[in-house]
């Protein structure tokens, strides 16, 4: 009896032994499978600085944000080399700042799936610089000013909803921390909604106050804040013609401004010619790209407290 147990165990131990070897011979035999778990970094690719502040803002450590453009660059009118162009087609999303900015991306091939105009929204409120001029400035060369004003986010209402349209995509793309996201926007919506109300209550002690602007990019700002500008075209790293001196003479002699509000800081020789006709300078800078210093909110923190000295 207990010789047919032992024969019987032996049995099942040797075909246990075959079944094994069997599996691990399959095992090797067969193809190694492709990794099928997503990748744990999401990459979020944009077109300006702005966008890539709410976007760090908003998505925290859930997503790799990248601003691929060079910092001595205006980013509107910057055109990125065929390697770059290949990198953002490669992102898990792709973020544009509408109103006809970085018109290079309507010339590439993005899939559009992966795009999201965060302006598409307000659409409607889209406004017209009035004026479609060509000039040369800076590493990008010779550019045109469209009749389409882009630099949406100066209204900083509107920046609030380019970062709501943000979150949204972000939340559909990652549910699972859809919560964080609304979270990290409420936040980031509040700090904006801070800027609109200080700047609102500035420009109401004086709306119509004259004041000449180096660039005709301050079209939504000054229609938010009830501002009283004229454009010129001048840049702040090169001292102004005798031309656009007297081109400034006739402006003012329609539209008596005392200070002339500027993209960036002016060259000293620039401030003096302004000084000599009785002009002054301050610095609102749109930060289309990265600061020198801080981030999107000092920077515009900043701009207001400069200014503070027009309505002293």
Known sequence: MRSDKRSTISSNLSNAHIFLCAALYLSAS?????????????????????????????????????????SDVDPAYWRPDTKTITEYQTADLILLNGAGYANWVS???LARSKTSNTSARFVASYLDSGEVTTHSHGPEGDHAHESLAFTTWLDFSQAAKHARAMADTLSRKLPEHKDAFMENFLALEKDLMALDREMKSLAAQNPSLPLIVSHPVYTYWAHRYGLNIQSVHWEPDMMPSKEQMDELQILRSKHPARWMVWEGDPIPESVEKLMAVGMNSLVFDPCGNVPDQGDFLTAMRKNIENLKQVYE
């Not at 744990?40 to 450590?61: D, K, M, S």
């Open 107 to 109: 010339k590439a091939s």
């Open 30 to 70: 067969l193809p190694a499978r492709a990794e099928t778990f997503p990748s744990e970094e999401f990459t979020v690719y944009v077109v300006n600085y702005p966008l890539q502040y709410f976007a760090e803002r908003i998505g925290g450590e859930h997503v790799t944000v990248v601003f691929p453009a060079p």
